[in-house]
């Protein structure tokens, strides 16, 4: 999922530890978390996989308490930290998976607005995961919605089900999809660079 930007100090940490220089990384990470709440999971992250740092189990699970925390807290007022609660809460991600409430959630977020949270619903309404009845006019509704706002796995996934729609004539259906790969692509889904490849 696309997520919000990066800012160039997250990006940097991120540099840092693929450089094997994590206490760099976590020093970077720790400056910028409290306006990036992503920056606790990737300390989280970092203590769980370098044992050899002090305290590492315990800073980790601290860490990544603080993150639920903060997105808890967050996503009383931002659609996308209710969406990114919503996913925690979906798949049990440090917390007991509640399918009810994270359909809520997600629900909520995608009525705010928020992008990837009405991508994700359209997936939710086309598999039937999260305890979802599946509805395929629901997920095509989202899945526009989402369009609307250029998501890149949006875009991918439309270009999909056109391309494999036998009932579309095929020179359009084709046209359409390489637009959309094409969008997709343009926006970091590498997924749709793949397929255009194949186009």
Not at 34 to 47: G, H
Not at 96 to 111: G, M, T, V, Y
Not at 166 to 189: C, E, F, I, P, Y
Request: glycine content about 4%; hydrophobic content about 40%.
């Amino acid at each position: 999922m696309p997520g919000k930007p990066k800012s160039a100090k997250f990006k940097s940490a991120e540099i840092a530890y693929e450089a094997d220089d994590v206490e760099e990384a976590i020093r970077l990470f720790k400056e910028i978390a409290l306006d990036e709440p992503e920056a606790y999971r990737e300390i989280s992250f970092i203590y769980k996989h370098c044992p050899e740092l002090p305290s590492a189990q315990d800073e980790s699970e601290k860490y990544f308490q603080i993150y639920i925390e903060r997105i808890e807290s967050l996503s009383v007022k931002d659609p996308y930290y209710k969406f990114v609660l919503g996913t925690m809460l979906e798949y049990g991600d440090g917390l007991k998976a509640d399918p009810q409430r994270a359909f809520d959630l997600i629900c909520q977020a995608a009525e705010d607005d928020e992008a990837d949270a009405q991508e994700h619903l359209s997936f939710l309404y086309e598999s039937g995961q999260c305890g979802v009845e599946p509805d395929e006019q629901m997920s095509r509704y989202w899945l526009r919605r989402a369009i609307a706002h250029n998501h890149p796995d949006a875009l991918y996934r439309e270009a999909a089900i056109l391309l494999s729609n036998k009932t579309l004539k095929q020179g359009d259906a084709v046209a359409r999809a390489k637009a959309l790969l094409s969008r997709a692509a343009s926006l970091g889904n590498w997924r749709a660079q793949g397929l255009l490849d194949t186009l």
